[in-house]
Protein backbone atom coordinates (compact mmCIF):
# COMPACT_ATOMS: atom_id res chain seq x y z
CA UNK A 1 0.00 0.00 0.00
CA UNK A 2 0.71 3.69 -0.36
CA UNK A 3 0.04 5.94 2.29
CA UNK A 4 -0.06 10.30 1.71
CA UNK A 5 0.06 12.37 4.33
CA UNK A 6 -0.96 16.19 3.72
CA UNK A 7 -0.34 19.58 5.35
CA UNK A 8 0.28 23.10 4.85
CA UNK A 9 -3.59 24.36 4.20
CA UNK A 10 -5.21 27.00 6.63
CA UNK A 11 -6.56 30.22 6.44
CA UNK A 12 -4.82 33.05 4.23
CA UNK A 13 -6.40 36.21 3.05
CA UNK A 14 -6.89 36.75 -0.96
CA UNK A 15 -3.86 38.07 -2.64
CA UNK A 16 -1.76 35.75 -0.18
CA UNK A 17 0.15 32.13 -0.72
CA UNK A 18 0.20 28.60 1.19
CA UNK A 19 2.41 25.90 0.15
CA UNK A 20 0.78 22.42 0.37
CA UNK A 21 3.25 19.09 1.46
CA UNK A 22 2.49 15.52 0.31
CA UNK A 23 4.50 12.76 1.84
CA UNK A 24 4.17 9.52 0.71
CA UNK A 25 5.44 6.33 2.46
CA UNK A 26 4.91 2.59 2.04
CA UNK A 27 5.35 0.86 -1.34
CA UNK A 28 6.06 3.97 -3.40
CA UNK A 29 7.89 2.64 -6.77
CA UNK A 30 4.74 2.79 -9.19
CA UNK A 31 3.23 5.53 -7.99
CA UNK A 32 4.34 7.77 -11.44
CA UNK A 33 1.33 10.32 -11.20
CA UNK A 34 0.75 12.87 -8.09
CA UNK A 35 -1.54 15.27 -8.09
CA UNK A 36 -3.29 18.14 -6.18
CA UNK A 37 -7.33 17.25 -6.40
CA UNK A 38 -9.83 20.28 -4.64
CA UNK A 39 -13.53 19.56 -3.58
CA UNK A 40 -15.38 22.91 -2.28
CA UNK A 41 -19.19 22.24 -0.87
CA UNK A 42 -21.35 21.24 -3.36
CA UNK A 43 -19.15 21.03 -6.12
CA UNK A 44 -17.03 18.33 -8.09
CA UNK A 45 -13.94 17.00 -6.79
CA UNK A 46 -11.51 18.25 -9.43
CA UNK A 47 -7.73 17.82 -10.29
CA UNK A 48 -5.89 21.24 -9.82
CA UNK A 49 -2.16 20.02 -10.49
CA UNK A 50 -0.03 16.91 -11.39
CA UNK A 51 3.01 15.86 -12.04
CA UNK A 52 4.62 12.67 -13.14
CA UNK A 53 8.00 11.10 -12.61
CA UNK A 54 9.21 12.74 -15.89
CA UNK A 55 8.31 16.15 -15.21
CA UNK A 56 5.46 16.36 -17.47
CA UNK A 57 2.95 18.82 -15.30
CA UNK A 58 -0.73 19.59 -15.89
CA UNK A 59 -2.23 22.62 -14.40
CA UNK A 60 -6.53 23.44 -13.88
CA UNK A 61 -6.70 26.37 -16.12
CA UNK A 62 -7.98 29.03 -13.26
CA UNK A 63 -4.71 27.90 -11.41
CA UNK A 64 -2.39 28.25 -14.50
CA UNK A 65 0.41 30.55 -13.40
CA UNK A 66 -1.08 30.94 -9.57
CA UNK A 67 0.14 27.53 -8.62
CA UNK A 68 3.06 25.35 -9.11
CA UNK A 69 3.29 21.65 -8.54
CA UNK A 70 6.50 19.77 -7.56
CA UNK A 71 8.05 16.95 -6.67
CA UNK A 72 11.16 15.61 -4.91
CA UNK A 73 11.29 11.85 -5.97
CA UNK A 74 14.10 10.96 -3.01
CA UNK A 75 12.10 12.33 -0.51
CA UNK A 76 8.71 11.17 -1.91
CA UNK A 77 7.23 14.06 -1.43
CA UNK A 78 4.94 16.44 -3.88
CA UNK A 79 4.73 20.08 -3.51
CA UNK A 80 1.77 23.10 -4.27
CA UNK A 81 2.93 26.42 -3.98
CA UNK A 82 0.02 28.54 -4.20
CA UNK A 83 0.24 32.09 -4.68
CA UNK A 84 -2.24 35.32 -5.33
CA UNK A 85 -5.04 32.95 -3.67
CA UNK A 86 -8.39 34.18 -4.48
CA UNK A 87 -11.60 33.37 -2.57
CA UNK A 88 -12.61 30.78 -5.25
CA UNK A 89 -9.45 28.41 -4.47
CA UNK A 90 -11.57 27.74 -1.16
CA UNK A 91 -11.76 23.74 -0.59
CA UNK A 92 -10.67 20.91 0.88
CA UNK A 93 -7.27 20.13 -1.07
CA UNK A 94 -6.59 16.35 -1.46
CA UNK A 95 -3.35 14.22 -2.48
CA UNK A 96 -3.69 11.82 -4.59
CA UNK A 97 -1.69 9.09 -6.20
CA UNK A 98 -1.80 7.04 -9.67
CA UNK A 99 -0.08 4.27 -10.79
CA UNK A 100 -0.29 5.14 -14.86
CA UNK A 101 2.15 6.71 -16.56
CA UNK A 102 0.07 9.06 -18.24
CA UNK A 103 -1.60 11.74 -16.33
CA UNK A 104 -5.81 11.72 -15.78
CA UNK A 105 -7.96 14.16 -14.45
CA UNK A 106 -10.62 11.77 -13.36
CA UNK A 107 -10.57 11.18 -9.43
CA UNK A 108 -11.97 7.55 -9.77
CA UNK A 109 -8.58 6.37 -11.72
CA UNK A 110 -6.33 7.29 -8.49
CA UNK A 111 -5.00 4.51 -6.57
CA UNK A 112 -4.05 6.61 -3.12
CA UNK A 113 -5.48 9.44 -1.38
CA UNK A 114 -4.64 11.43 1.56
CA UNK A 115 -6.86 12.70 4.09
CA UNK A 116 -7.53 16.15 2.60
CA UNK A 117 -6.55 19.48 4.03
CA UNK A 118 -8.87 22.77 4.70
CA UNK A 119 -8.15 25.79 2.70
CA UNK A 120 -9.40 28.69 3.51
CA UNK A 121 -9.12 31.82 1.23
CA UNK A 122 -10.89 35.26 2.79
CA UNK A 123 -11.65 38.59 1.04
Known amino acids: QVQLVESGGGLVQAGGSLRLSCAAS????????MGWFRQAPGKERELVAA???????YYLDSVKGRFTISRDNAKNTVYLQMNSLKPEDTAVYYC?????????????????WGQGTQVTVSS
Open 96 to 112: AADDSRRIFTTPRLYDY
Open 26 to 33: GRTFSTYV
Open 51 to 57: INRSGTT
